[in-house]
């Protein structure tokens, strides 16, 4: 018993040593800090150099300012011109901003800096060769080569790279997809071919004039050598999503409604070769879908789903715990199937415990 009373004593020492020096030394920084702060002007030079060997490529800065936080010291930057060897650009990012965080050396797998993208207007695109390529921070568009806009890339894998108060739009030419989200605000972090996001954003209309309603994502990607995307798997959380704008952005499918409002949770995976799997939670209210005979209005429907998509041809959904109200009559239904599967003969399938035969379906 004395040995563990001992061997606890000195821990502790030990975890007070630990702390005082860290403290130490955060004040050490922070004293340096704020005195090297005043005369960062004549850093410019230096600075340029550091980060053109961080992002990997040279890397020139308009201005910039600095400031000591809690932790290290912030250097706002305006006018950050990325400048790939080969290749013609502009003005990437007008205002961004550089957190150093020198104590996340005392920690493996912590980045020793986060940069903070802040109001940009950005856009990523899917080309006809499926690759994804973002276009938005400022690379001119005359350069279509492979190797086009890699900084972003460059400077996640370094670091962390953090989106504020921006805007970003997402094009899928070949699959009808044209999404707009502003407000954005959330992180992203490279590790090789791996990449993580988390976002929270809010879903525009086309114009970016009206508000379609709030989303939360969390993103994992694997790309390949090529950029092409390998695998991916998500969880996105919606706010009240006004569904009559959402599918003007949205490729048709007869089982989207085309007005309406929707609540979701949803988590999903998809990898090449194989088929795309979603599950969660979908809440309907005030919905009106198309069908043969008319529109068909729901006047709300919650459910969980399982979703398998292999293409147009090729998909099923299963909904659980089914609950609808439509025209003042409620249902329930423990189990709904419906399934399409033109390469096996199968033009459609549904299988319930319970249906109404009075709800439209043809």
């Known amino acids: 018993m004395e040995n ?4 606890f004593r000195r821990l502790r020492t030990l975890l ?3 702390l005082t020096i860290i403290t130490v030394l955060a004040a050490v920084l922070v004293g340096i800090g704020k005195l090297l702060m005043p005369y960062s002007d004549y850093y410019q030079p230096k600075l340029e150099a550091w980060l053109t060997r961080a992002f990997n490529q040279p890397v020139r800065v308009e201005s910039f ?7 290290g010291p912030r250097i706002s930057l305006q006018g950050v011109t990325f400048m790939p060897e080969g290749m013609q650009s502009e003005i990437a990012i007008r205002q961004a901003a550089l957190d150093i965080k020198p104590l996340n050396a005392l920690i493996p797998g912590r980045p020793l800096y986060s940069f903070r993208i802040i109001g940009a207007d950005l856009s990523l695109e899917r080309t006809t060769d499926g690759r994804y390529l973002l276009s938005g921070l400022g690379v001119s568009n005359r350069n279509s080569g492979r190797n086009r806009n890699p900084q972003l890339r460059n400077v996640a894998l370094n670091g962390e790279v953090r989106l504020e108060n921006s805007n970003l739009s997402f094009d899928d030419p070949e699959r009808e997809i044209h999404l707009v989200l502003t407000n954005v605000n959330g992180r992203l972090k490279m590790d090789g071919q791996r990449m993580a996001a988390e976002i ?3 879903v525009a209309d086309r114009d970016r004039r009206l508000a379609v309603g709030d989303l939360e994502a969390t993103v ?9 995307l390998a695998a991916a798997r998500w969880h996105i959380k919606t706010g009240e999503l006004m569904l009559a704008e959402l599918v003007r952005q949205l490729p048709h499918h007869p089982l989207l409604p085309v007005s309406g409002w929707l609540n979701a949770e949803l988590w999903g995976g998809w990898r090449q070769n194989s088929a795309q799997e979603m599950r969660g939670v979908v809440d309907l209210r005030d919905a009106q879908l198309s069908s043969q005979s008319g529109p068909l209005v729901i006047d709300h429907l919650n459910s969980r789903f399982n979703w398998s998509f292999s293409s147009a041809k090729d998909w099923r959904i299963e909904l659980s715990d089914l609950e609808v109200s439509q025209a003042g009559v409620d249902w329930q239904s423990a189990h709904l199937s419906v399934a399409r599967n033109l390469p096996q003969n199968l033009g459609l399938w ?8 009075d709800f439209h379906c043809n």
């Open 4 to 7: 563990v009373r001992t061997f």
């Open 16 to 18: 007070w040593t630990a």
């Open 65 to 71: 300012n600095g400031e000591w936080k809690a932790f």
């Open 200 to 202: 929270q954003a809010r």
């Open 220 to 228: 994992q990607v694997e790309l390949d050598t090529e950029q092409h």
């Open 350 to 357: 549904v299988s319930s415990d319970f249906l109404r035969l």
